[in-house]
């Protein structure tokens, strides 16, 4: 919907494939979580949309949903919760009609990127990313 407002309403860039592919593949599409939990943000889910475009456009490609944590926490616990992340988008995408088949959960743990970093910084730790396969 964003791209359609902000594109002229022209729905050709919103139904190319390799277009979403390089949305899905440059980290565009991220989904983000609060602290400690394994839903996602509401406001970020609208991206979803997106991925399941893409899935339905390609229906042989398949993809890697890549859950992360901050920084805080041990490693057994980050994870935990990083899988679950990943497992929890896949489960939405899959309620919003995604293949199953096409999408493969990889808990991540922390994102050692943010270990040094402000904890301001740590929301953006706290994400799920895509990889096209």
Not at 73 to 90: I, M, P, Y
Not at 102 to 108: E, R, V
């Amino acid at each position: 919907e964003y791209i359609k407002q902000n594109a002229g309403n022209s729905t050709t860039i919103v139904n190319d494939a390799d277009f979403l592919e390089q949305m899905l593949n440059s980290g565009i599409i991220n989904v983000y979580f609060d602290y400690n939990s394994d839903q996602p943000y509401n406001q970020s889910v609208g991206g979803l949309k997106f991925v399941s475009d893409y899935l339905k456009a390609k229906p042989g490609a398949s993809l890697d949903i890549v859950g992360y944590a901050d920084p805080v926490g041990g490693t057994a616990f980050n994870n935990d919760l990083s899988k679950r992340r990943a497992e929890n988008v896949k489960k939405i995408l899959v309620e919003n009609g995604a293949n199953a088949s096409q999408l493969t959960t990889i808990g991540q743990g922390e994102d050692t990127e943010f270990k040094n970093s402000p904890t301001s910084s740590h929301q953006l730790a706290r994400r799920v990313i895509f990889r096209v396969k």
